[in-house]
Protein backbone atom coordinates (compact mmCIF):
# COMPACT_ATOMS: atom_id res chain seq x y z
CA UNK A 1 0.00 0.00 0.00
CA UNK A 2 1.38 3.43 -0.55
CA UNK A 3 2.54 6.21 1.52
CA UNK A 4 -0.33 8.33 -0.36
CA UNK A 5 -3.20 5.95 1.07
CA UNK A 6 -1.91 4.99 4.09
CA UNK A 7 -1.61 8.93 5.24
CA UNK A 8 -5.03 9.08 4.17
CA UNK A 9 -6.64 6.23 5.27
CA UNK A 10 -5.06 7.51 9.00
CA UNK A 11 -6.02 11.23 7.97
CA UNK A 12 -7.92 11.93 10.97
CA UNK A 13 -11.08 14.42 9.41
CA UNK A 14 -13.63 13.74 6.53
CA UNK A 15 -12.76 14.02 2.73
CA UNK A 16 -14.67 14.61 0.02
CA UNK A 17 -13.15 11.60 -2.42
CA UNK A 18 -12.57 7.69 -2.74
CA UNK A 19 -9.33 7.38 -0.66
CA UNK A 20 -7.93 4.89 -3.56
CA UNK A 21 -8.43 7.18 -6.20
CA UNK A 22 -7.20 10.04 -4.61
CA UNK A 23 -4.16 8.35 -3.19
CA UNK A 24 -3.57 6.72 -6.90
CA UNK A 25 -3.49 10.34 -8.59
CA UNK A 26 -1.85 11.62 -6.03
CA UNK A 27 1.38 9.06 -6.72
CA UNK A 28 0.37 9.70 -10.50
CA UNK A 29 1.32 13.15 -9.89
CA UNK A 30 4.66 12.19 -8.00
CA UNK A 31 5.59 9.39 -10.62
CA UNK A 32 5.02 12.31 -13.68
CA UNK A 33 6.89 14.99 -12.05
CA UNK A 34 9.62 12.39 -11.26
CA UNK A 35 9.85 11.47 -14.80
CA UNK A 36 9.51 15.18 -16.05
CA UNK A 37 12.84 16.25 -14.54
CA UNK A 38 15.10 13.12 -14.90
CA UNK A 39 13.61 13.12 -18.70
CA UNK A 40 14.28 17.20 -19.08
CA UNK A 41 18.09 16.32 -17.41
CA UNK A 42 18.21 13.09 -20.09
CA UNK A 43 17.53 15.55 -22.89
CA UNK A 44 20.41 17.61 -21.87
CA UNK A 45 22.26 14.72 -22.07
CA UNK A 46 21.78 13.31 -25.51
CA UNK A 47 24.21 14.88 -28.70
CA UNK A 48 21.08 16.38 -30.14
CA UNK A 49 20.19 18.34 -27.33
CA UNK A 50 19.50 21.52 -29.55
CA UNK A 51 16.37 19.69 -31.17
CA UNK A 52 14.91 19.12 -27.98
CA UNK A 53 14.39 22.67 -26.37
CA UNK A 54 10.60 22.43 -26.24
CA UNK A 55 10.60 19.07 -24.83
CA UNK A 56 12.98 20.40 -22.13
CA UNK A 57 10.99 22.93 -21.31
CA UNK A 58 7.55 21.61 -21.24
CA UNK A 59 9.24 18.64 -18.91
CA UNK A 60 10.09 21.99 -16.47
CA UNK A 61 6.95 23.27 -15.94
CA UNK A 62 5.24 19.75 -15.98
CA UNK A 63 7.15 18.36 -13.23
CA UNK A 64 6.44 21.89 -11.25
CA UNK A 65 2.20 21.57 -11.97
CA UNK A 66 2.32 18.46 -11.21
CA UNK A 67 4.36 18.31 -7.97
CA UNK A 68 2.62 21.45 -6.69
CA UNK A 69 -0.78 19.94 -7.67
CA UNK A 70 0.18 16.94 -5.44
CA UNK A 71 0.62 18.87 -2.32
CA UNK A 72 -2.52 20.47 -2.90
CA UNK A 73 -4.54 17.38 -2.97
CA UNK A 74 -2.30 15.76 -0.21
CA UNK A 75 -4.06 18.74 2.13
CA UNK A 76 -7.78 18.34 2.82
CA UNK A 77 -8.21 20.33 5.99
CA UNK A 78 -10.44 23.24 4.75
CA UNK A 79 -10.37 21.67 1.15
CA UNK A 80 -10.72 24.20 -1.46
CA UNK A 81 -12.30 22.65 -4.58
CA UNK A 82 -12.52 25.49 -6.86
CA UNK A 83 -8.32 25.64 -6.43
CA UNK A 84 -7.58 21.94 -6.75
CA UNK A 85 -10.28 21.79 -10.23
CA UNK A 86 -7.76 24.89 -11.32
CA UNK A 87 -4.94 23.12 -10.31
CA UNK A 88 -5.75 19.86 -12.14
CA UNK A 89 -7.28 21.56 -15.18
CA UNK A 90 -3.56 23.11 -15.30
CA UNK A 91 -1.93 19.75 -14.99
CA UNK A 92 -4.11 18.19 -17.65
CA UNK A 93 -2.91 20.79 -20.19
CA UNK A 94 0.73 20.15 -18.89
CA UNK A 95 0.78 16.66 -19.00
CA UNK A 96 -0.94 16.70 -22.30
CA UNK A 97 1.45 18.75 -24.30
CA UNK A 98 4.29 17.25 -22.61
CA UNK A 99 3.44 13.32 -23.06
CA UNK A 100 2.24 14.24 -26.66
CA UNK A 101 5.94 16.23 -27.33
CA UNK A 102 7.81 13.20 -25.56
CA UNK A 103 5.42 10.62 -27.53
CA UNK A 104 6.78 11.91 -30.90
CA UNK A 105 10.53 11.44 -29.38
CA UNK A 106 9.83 8.45 -28.51
CA UNK A 107 8.68 6.96 -31.38
CA UNK A 108 11.73 8.54 -32.88
CA UNK A 109 14.50 6.41 -30.89
CA UNK A 110 13.90 8.45 -27.68
CA UNK A 111 13.48 5.58 -25.02
CA UNK A 112 13.52 7.88 -21.66
CA UNK A 113 11.26 10.19 -23.62
CA UNK A 114 8.55 7.11 -23.99
CA UNK A 115 9.13 6.38 -20.53
CA UNK A 116 8.14 9.88 -19.46
CA UNK A 117 5.09 9.95 -22.23
CA UNK A 118 3.49 7.11 -20.64
CA UNK A 119 3.79 8.85 -17.14
CA UNK A 120 2.15 11.75 -18.32
CA UNK A 121 -0.25 10.02 -20.35
CA UNK A 122 -1.14 7.92 -16.79
CA UNK A 123 -1.46 11.58 -14.99
CA UNK A 124 -3.57 13.19 -17.29
CA UNK A 125 -6.09 10.26 -16.95
CA UNK A 126 -5.87 10.12 -13.29
CA UNK A 127 -6.48 14.19 -13.07
CA UNK A 128 -9.02 13.73 -15.29
CA UNK A 129 -10.63 11.22 -13.40
CA UNK A 130 -10.80 13.45 -10.49
CA UNK A 131 -12.06 16.23 -12.33
CA UNK A 132 -15.13 13.77 -13.20
CA UNK A 133 -15.92 13.91 -9.74
CA UNK A 134 -18.63 16.55 -7.80
CA UNK A 135 -15.82 17.09 -5.12
CA UNK A 136 -13.66 18.88 -6.91
CA UNK B 1 15.99 47.19 -11.17
CA UNK B 2 14.76 43.84 -10.25
CA UNK B 3 16.74 40.99 -11.46
CA UNK B 4 13.10 39.48 -12.86
CA UNK B 5 13.64 42.71 -15.12
CA UNK B 6 17.68 42.40 -15.34
CA UNK B 7 16.95 38.68 -16.92
CA UNK B 8 13.91 39.61 -18.85
CA UNK B 9 15.90 42.41 -20.64
CA UNK B 10 18.91 40.08 -21.36
CA UNK B 11 17.20 37.18 -22.51
CA UNK B 12 17.95 36.40 -26.05
CA UNK B 13 14.84 35.53 -28.33
CA UNK B 14 11.37 37.64 -28.03
CA UNK B 15 8.54 37.66 -25.81
CA UNK B 16 4.96 38.47 -26.07
CA UNK B 17 4.73 41.07 -22.85
CA UNK B 18 5.36 43.85 -21.99
CA UNK B 19 8.84 43.43 -20.37
CA UNK B 20 8.32 45.63 -16.94
CA UNK B 21 4.45 44.17 -16.85
CA UNK B 22 5.62 40.73 -16.55
CA UNK B 23 8.89 41.13 -14.46
CA UNK B 24 6.22 43.53 -11.68
CA UNK B 25 4.02 39.91 -11.82
CA UNK B 26 7.04 37.39 -11.22
CA UNK B 27 7.79 39.85 -8.44
CA UNK B 28 4.36 40.27 -6.95
CA UNK B 29 4.53 36.05 -7.41
CA UNK B 30 7.87 35.91 -5.31
CA UNK B 31 6.44 38.42 -2.73
CA UNK B 32 2.98 36.68 -1.91
CA UNK B 33 4.75 33.05 -2.18
CA UNK B 34 7.11 34.27 0.89
CA UNK B 35 4.63 36.16 2.50
CA UNK B 36 2.39 33.25 2.86
CA UNK B 37 5.00 31.34 4.05
CA UNK B 38 5.70 33.01 6.83
CA UNK B 39 1.96 34.01 7.59
CA UNK B 40 1.66 30.73 8.06
CA UNK B 41 4.34 29.97 10.40
CA UNK B 42 3.58 32.99 12.02
CA UNK B 43 0.13 31.55 12.61
CA UNK B 44 1.82 28.53 13.96
CA UNK B 45 3.61 31.03 16.45
CA UNK B 46 -0.25 32.33 17.77
CA UNK B 47 -1.68 30.87 20.94
CA UNK B 48 -4.91 31.09 19.15
CA UNK B 49 -3.56 28.77 16.37
CA UNK B 50 -6.84 26.15 16.81
CA UNK B 51 -8.60 29.14 14.86
CA UNK B 52 -5.72 29.81 11.94
CA UNK B 53 -6.40 25.88 10.74
CA UNK B 54 -7.55 27.24 7.33
CA UNK B 55 -5.63 30.39 7.25
CA UNK B 56 -2.56 28.09 7.18
CA UNK B 57 -3.79 25.67 5.08
CA UNK B 58 -4.71 28.44 2.33
CA UNK B 59 -1.13 30.34 2.71
CA UNK B 60 0.67 26.69 2.31
CA UNK B 61 -1.43 26.17 -0.83
CA UNK B 62 -1.01 29.88 -2.41
CA UNK B 63 2.78 29.81 -1.72
CA UNK B 64 3.12 26.64 -3.91
CA UNK B 65 0.83 27.49 -6.58
CA UNK B 66 2.56 31.36 -6.45
CA UNK B 67 6.16 29.84 -6.47
CA UNK B 68 5.09 27.30 -9.59
CA UNK B 69 3.37 30.27 -11.90
CA UNK B 70 6.27 32.31 -10.63
CA UNK B 71 8.79 29.73 -12.38
CA UNK B 72 6.69 28.82 -15.46
CA UNK B 73 6.64 32.70 -16.24
CA UNK B 74 10.01 33.28 -16.21
CA UNK B 75 10.64 30.43 -18.76
CA UNK B 76 9.84 32.47 -22.22
CA UNK B 77 11.23 29.69 -24.43
CA UNK B 78 8.97 28.06 -26.49
CA UNK B 79 5.80 29.44 -24.02
CA UNK B 80 2.68 27.52 -24.00
CA UNK B 81 0.10 30.40 -23.45
CA UNK B 82 -2.67 27.79 -22.67
CA UNK B 83 -0.79 26.36 -19.60
CA UNK B 84 0.06 30.24 -18.64
CA UNK B 85 -3.16 31.18 -18.38
CA UNK B 86 -4.57 28.16 -16.34
CA UNK B 87 -1.71 28.53 -13.64
CA UNK B 88 -2.53 32.37 -13.66
CA UNK B 89 -6.03 31.41 -13.22
CA UNK B 90 -5.22 29.12 -9.92
CA UNK B 91 -3.37 32.13 -8.48
CA UNK B 92 -5.91 34.30 -8.75
CA UNK B 93 -8.71 32.07 -6.83
CA UNK B 94 -5.94 31.29 -4.65
CA UNK B 95 -4.41 34.56 -3.84
CA UNK B 96 -8.50 35.82 -3.25
CA UNK B 97 -8.75 33.39 -1.27
CA UNK B 98 -6.12 33.23 0.86
CA UNK B 99 -6.04 37.43 0.82
CA UNK B 100 -9.91 37.49 2.10
CA UNK B 101 -9.06 35.39 4.87
CA UNK B 102 -5.98 36.91 5.82
CA UNK B 103 -7.68 40.48 5.48
CA UNK B 104 -10.23 39.48 8.27
CA UNK B 105 -7.61 38.59 10.71
CA UNK B 106 -5.61 41.44 10.16
CA UNK B 107 -8.87 43.19 11.34
CA UNK B 108 -8.55 41.40 14.19
CA UNK B 109 -5.57 42.69 15.34
CA UNK B 110 -3.08 39.64 13.50
CA UNK B 111 -0.54 42.07 11.70
CA UNK B 112 0.96 39.77 9.82
CA UNK B 113 -2.08 38.38 8.61
CA UNK B 114 -2.45 42.27 7.26
CA UNK B 115 0.75 42.55 5.40
CA UNK B 116 -0.17 38.65 3.71
CA UNK B 117 -3.41 39.88 2.50
CA UNK B 118 -1.36 42.86 1.18
CA UNK B 119 0.66 40.60 -0.57
CA UNK B 120 -1.81 38.00 -1.97
CA UNK B 121 -4.34 41.33 -3.02
CA UNK B 122 -1.45 42.52 -4.80
CA UNK B 123 -0.29 39.39 -6.49
CA UNK B 124 -3.75 38.91 -7.45
CA UNK B 125 -4.14 41.81 -9.68
CA UNK B 126 -0.82 41.32 -11.21
CA UNK B 127 -2.50 38.05 -12.40
CA UNK B 128 -5.59 39.80 -13.58
CA UNK B 129 -2.91 42.41 -15.38
CA UNK B 130 -1.41 39.54 -16.96
CA UNK B 131 -4.54 37.75 -18.02
CA UNK B 132 -6.34 40.80 -19.71
CA UNK B 133 -3.20 40.53 -22.29
CA UNK B 134 -3.93 38.55 -25.61
CA UNK B 135 -0.54 37.20 -25.35
CA UNK B 136 -1.84 34.92 -22.19
CA UNK C 1 9.39 -1.34 -11.79
CA UNK C 2 8.92 2.42 -10.52
CA UNK C 3 9.47 4.97 -12.69
CA UNK C 4 12.53 6.79 -11.36
CA UNK C 5 14.50 3.03 -12.13
CA UNK C 6 12.86 3.06 -15.62
CA UNK C 7 14.35 6.70 -15.89
CA UNK C 8 17.53 5.85 -14.97
CA UNK C 9 17.83 2.78 -17.12
CA UNK C 10 16.85 4.92 -20.25
CA UNK C 11 19.00 7.66 -19.17
CA UNK C 12 21.70 8.16 -22.26
CA UNK C 13 24.92 8.89 -20.55
CA UNK C 14 26.44 7.57 -17.18
CA UNK C 15 26.11 7.56 -13.58
CA UNK C 16 28.40 6.95 -11.04
CA UNK C 17 25.38 5.22 -9.07
CA UNK C 18 23.90 1.72 -8.80
CA UNK C 19 20.38 2.24 -10.53
CA UNK C 20 18.54 0.47 -8.15
CA UNK C 21 20.18 2.17 -5.37
CA UNK C 22 19.64 5.36 -6.90
CA UNK C 23 15.93 4.83 -7.59
CA UNK C 24 15.55 3.72 -4.24
CA UNK C 25 16.29 6.41 -2.58
CA UNK C 26 14.89 9.17 -4.97
CA UNK C 27 11.29 6.94 -3.99
CA UNK C 28 12.09 7.13 -0.43
CA UNK C 29 12.49 10.93 -0.87
CA UNK C 30 9.16 11.18 -2.50
CA UNK C 31 7.58 8.84 -0.43
CA UNK C 32 9.07 11.05 2.48
CA UNK C 33 7.95 14.15 1.15
CA UNK C 34 4.21 13.29 0.16
CA UNK C 35 3.60 12.20 3.72
CA UNK C 36 5.29 14.81 5.42
CA UNK C 37 2.66 17.50 3.11
CA UNK C 38 0.14 15.25 4.56
CA UNK C 39 1.12 14.65 7.92
CA UNK C 40 1.45 18.39 8.20
CA UNK C 41 -2.69 18.94 7.01
CA UNK C 42 -3.80 15.72 9.38
CA UNK C 43 -1.83 17.68 12.31
CA UNK C 44 -4.15 20.71 11.61
CA UNK C 45 -7.11 18.86 11.61
CA UNK C 46 -6.90 17.47 15.17
CA UNK C 47 -8.71 19.07 17.87
CA UNK C 48 -5.17 19.42 20.31
CA UNK C 49 -3.47 21.15 17.10
CA UNK C 50 -2.17 23.15 19.44
CA UNK C 51 0.32 21.09 20.81
CA UNK C 52 1.32 19.64 17.08
CA UNK C 53 3.31 22.86 16.24
CA UNK C 54 7.05 21.80 16.16
CA UNK C 55 5.39 18.71 14.38
CA UNK C 56 3.45 20.56 11.74
CA UNK C 57 7.18 22.92 10.73
CA UNK C 58 8.71 19.88 11.17
CA UNK C 59 6.89 18.24 8.74
CA UNK C 60 6.73 21.45 6.17
CA UNK C 61 10.71 21.77 6.40
CA UNK C 62 11.29 17.72 5.36
CA UNK C 63 8.67 17.96 2.70
CA UNK C 64 10.48 20.76 1.03
CA UNK C 65 13.93 19.32 1.76
CA UNK C 66 13.21 16.00 0.13
CA UNK C 67 11.66 17.56 -2.43
CA UNK C 68 14.55 18.97 -3.42
CA UNK C 69 16.92 16.10 -3.04
CA UNK C 70 14.70 13.89 -5.35
CA UNK C 71 15.12 16.50 -8.03
CA UNK C 72 19.01 17.17 -7.70
CA UNK C 73 19.39 13.43 -7.13
CA UNK C 74 17.51 13.07 -10.76
CA UNK C 75 19.96 14.83 -12.94
CA UNK C 76 22.94 12.98 -13.39
CA UNK C 77 23.93 15.29 -16.50
CA UNK C 78 26.98 17.27 -15.23
CA UNK C 79 26.22 15.86 -11.42
CA UNK C 80 27.99 17.55 -8.76
CA UNK C 81 28.81 14.85 -5.87
CA UNK C 82 29.47 17.90 -3.38
CA UNK C 83 26.13 19.51 -4.21
CA UNK C 84 24.26 15.93 -3.85
CA UNK C 85 26.18 14.81 -0.49
CA UNK C 86 25.35 18.33 1.04
CA UNK C 87 21.55 17.74 0.43
CA UNK C 88 21.81 14.57 1.57
CA UNK C 89 23.10 15.28 4.83
CA UNK C 90 20.52 18.22 4.88
CA UNK C 91 17.75 15.36 4.82
CA UNK C 92 19.21 13.29 7.38
CA UNK C 93 19.15 15.93 9.78
CA UNK C 94 15.44 16.94 8.56
CA UNK C 95 14.12 12.84 8.75
CA UNK C 96 15.78 12.19 11.70
CA UNK C 97 14.34 15.35 13.42
CA UNK C 98 10.73 14.64 11.75
CA UNK C 99 11.04 11.28 12.11
CA UNK C 100 11.49 11.27 16.04
CA UNK C 101 8.91 13.40 16.55
CA UNK C 102 6.66 12.20 14.71
CA UNK C 103 7.26 8.63 15.90
CA UNK C 104 6.87 10.09 19.59
CA UNK C 105 3.27 11.24 18.65
CA UNK C 106 2.68 8.06 16.97
CA UNK C 107 3.17 6.02 20.49
CA UNK C 108 0.91 8.39 21.60
CA UNK C 109 -2.10 7.15 19.39
CA UNK C 110 -1.53 9.91 16.16
CA UNK C 111 -2.08 6.83 13.31
CA UNK C 112 -0.63 9.91 10.66
CA UNK C 113 2.01 10.55 12.72
CA UNK C 114 3.67 6.63 12.90
CA UNK C 115 3.17 6.46 9.27
CA UNK C 116 5.12 9.56 8.69
CA UNK C 117 7.66 8.65 11.28
CA UNK C 118 8.16 5.07 8.74
CA UNK C 119 8.83 7.07 5.91
CA UNK C 120 11.34 9.71 7.49
CA UNK C 121 12.85 6.65 9.08
CA UNK C 122 13.36 4.71 5.47
CA UNK C 123 14.63 8.22 3.67
CA UNK C 124 16.80 8.90 6.24
CA UNK C 125 18.41 5.36 5.84
CA UNK C 126 18.36 5.75 1.90
CA UNK C 127 20.39 8.69 2.25
CA UNK C 128 22.56 7.49 4.21
CA UNK C 129 23.02 4.30 2.10
CA UNK C 130 23.94 6.86 -0.48
CA UNK C 131 26.06 8.86 1.34
CA UNK C 132 28.46 5.98 2.49
CA UNK C 133 29.03 5.61 -1.44
CA UNK C 134 32.32 6.99 -2.83
CA UNK C 135 30.56 8.43 -5.62
CA UNK C 136 28.24 10.96 -3.86
CA UNK D 1 10.66 48.07 3.25
CA UNK D 2 10.23 43.95 1.47
CA UNK D 3 7.76 41.75 2.34
CA UNK D 4 10.08 39.53 3.96
CA UNK D 5 11.20 42.43 6.55
CA UNK D 6 7.68 43.10 6.92
CA UNK D 7 6.70 39.55 7.61
CA UNK D 8 9.32 39.63 10.03
CA UNK D 9 8.96 42.42 11.73
CA UNK D 10 4.89 41.74 12.38
CA UNK D 11 6.27 37.80 13.53
CA UNK D 12 4.49 37.46 17.28
CA UNK D 13 7.46 35.39 18.32
CA UNK D 14 11.00 35.84 18.78
CA UNK D 15 14.02 34.78 16.47
CA UNK D 16 17.24 34.58 16.70
CA UNK D 17 18.36 37.02 14.14
CA UNK D 18 18.86 40.20 13.30
CA UNK D 19 15.44 40.70 10.99
CA UNK D 20 17.19 42.98 8.60
CA UNK D 21 20.19 40.60 7.58
CA UNK D 22 17.37 37.51 7.97
CA UNK D 23 15.30 39.43 5.43
CA UNK D 24 18.07 40.57 3.45
CA UNK D 25 18.98 36.37 3.17
CA UNK D 26 15.66 35.76 2.32
CA UNK D 27 15.65 38.34 -0.81
CA UNK D 28 18.54 37.07 -1.80
CA UNK D 29 17.40 33.76 -1.71
CA UNK D 30 14.41 34.33 -3.95
CA UNK D 31 16.48 36.95 -6.45
CA UNK D 32 19.03 34.16 -7.33
CA UNK D 33 15.79 30.77 -7.23
CA UNK D 34 14.58 33.38 -10.30
CA UNK D 35 17.56 34.84 -12.07
CA UNK D 36 18.68 31.15 -12.18
CA UNK D 37 15.44 30.06 -13.25
CA UNK D 38 15.19 32.52 -16.02
CA UNK D 39 18.97 31.49 -17.10
CA UNK D 40 18.24 28.40 -17.67
CA UNK D 41 15.40 29.31 -19.84
CA UNK D 42 17.83 32.05 -21.72
CA UNK D 43 20.30 29.29 -22.24
CA UNK D 44 17.54 27.12 -23.66
CA UNK D 45 17.30 30.29 -26.33
CA UNK D 46 20.91 30.23 -27.21
CA UNK D 47 21.80 28.95 -30.70
CA UNK D 48 24.75 27.50 -28.77
CA UNK D 49 22.71 25.63 -26.36
CA UNK D 50 24.81 22.56 -26.75
CA UNK D 51 27.58 24.61 -25.32
CA UNK D 52 25.35 25.34 -21.97
CA UNK D 53 24.51 21.98 -20.57
CA UNK D 54 26.37 22.16 -17.77
CA UNK D 55 25.58 25.99 -16.60
CA UNK D 56 21.48 24.55 -17.43
CA UNK D 57 21.84 21.70 -15.39
CA UNK D 58 23.76 24.14 -12.46
CA UNK D 59 20.97 26.63 -12.79
CA UNK D 60 18.17 24.31 -12.31
CA UNK D 61 20.08 22.99 -9.04
CA UNK D 62 20.97 26.01 -7.87
CA UNK D 63 16.90 27.42 -8.06
CA UNK D 64 15.23 24.38 -6.21
CA UNK D 65 18.33 24.73 -3.01
CA UNK D 66 17.18 28.57 -3.35
CA UNK D 67 14.16 28.22 -2.91
CA UNK D 68 13.83 25.18 -0.38
CA UNK D 69 16.34 27.56 1.91
CA UNK D 70 14.13 30.71 1.70
CA UNK D 71 11.30 28.51 2.83
CA UNK D 72 13.25 27.23 5.37
CA UNK D 73 14.36 30.43 6.97
CA UNK D 74 10.92 32.16 6.71
CA UNK D 75 9.82 29.65 9.25
CA UNK D 76 11.28 30.75 12.67
CA UNK D 77 8.77 28.75 15.12
CA UNK D 78 10.35 25.98 16.17
CA UNK D 79 13.26 26.70 14.28
CA UNK D 80 15.59 24.20 14.25
CA UNK D 81 19.38 25.82 13.71
CA UNK D 82 21.00 22.67 12.37
CA UNK D 83 19.16 22.09 9.51
CA UNK D 84 18.97 25.76 8.10
CA UNK D 85 22.93 25.48 8.63
CA UNK D 86 22.74 22.34 6.21
CA UNK D 87 20.95 23.96 3.74
CA UNK D 88 22.73 27.79 4.14
CA UNK D 89 26.02 24.81 3.44
CA UNK D 90 23.92 23.64 0.81
CA UNK D 91 23.12 26.60 -1.13
CA UNK D 92 26.52 28.35 -0.59
CA UNK D 93 27.79 25.05 -3.01
CA UNK D 94 25.38 25.70 -5.25
CA UNK D 95 25.48 29.18 -5.78
CA UNK D 96 29.38 29.15 -6.15
CA UNK D 97 29.27 26.34 -8.61
CA UNK D 98 26.34 28.01 -10.63
CA UNK D 99 27.72 31.44 -10.58
CA UNK D 100 30.98 31.00 -10.98
CA UNK D 101 30.06 29.07 -14.53
CA UNK D 102 27.94 32.08 -15.50
CA UNK D 103 30.63 34.69 -14.56
CA UNK D 104 32.88 32.33 -17.24
CA UNK D 105 29.68 32.91 -19.74
CA UNK D 106 29.47 36.38 -18.84
CA UNK D 107 32.57 37.72 -19.59
CA UNK D 108 31.98 35.49 -23.40
CA UNK D 109 29.16 37.69 -23.95
CA UNK D 110 26.33 36.18 -22.38
CA UNK D 111 24.40 38.80 -20.48
CA UNK D 112 22.13 37.27 -18.32
CA UNK D 113 24.61 34.96 -17.37
CA UNK D 114 26.24 38.01 -16.11
CA UNK D 115 23.05 39.13 -14.31
CA UNK D 116 22.67 35.47 -12.93
CA UNK D 117 25.80 35.37 -11.87
CA UNK D 118 25.58 38.60 -9.47
CA UNK D 119 22.69 37.09 -8.33
CA UNK D 120 24.63 33.51 -7.18
CA UNK D 121 27.65 35.50 -5.78
CA UNK D 122 25.49 37.97 -3.47
CA UNK D 123 23.17 34.60 -2.72
CA UNK D 124 26.47 33.24 -1.52
CA UNK D 125 27.55 36.59 0.55
CA UNK D 126 24.33 36.56 2.24
CA UNK D 127 24.09 33.20 3.14
CA UNK D 128 27.55 33.23 4.33
CA UNK D 129 27.27 36.08 6.10
CA UNK D 130 24.10 34.25 8.13
CA UNK D 131 26.62 31.38 8.56
CA UNK D 132 28.88 32.96 10.52
CA UNK D 133 26.51 34.27 13.23
CA UNK D 134 26.11 32.00 16.26
CA UNK D 135 22.25 31.49 16.03
CA UNK D 136 22.31 29.33 12.79
Known amino acids: MSYALRMLETYPGDFGFDAAQLAAAIEALHDCAQACTACADA??????????????????????????????????????????????????????????????????????????????RRCAEACEALLAKASV
Open 43 to 120: CLAEPQVADLVACIRLNLDCADVCATTARALSRQTEYKPELARALLEACVIACRACGDMCAHHGEMGMEHCAVCAEAC
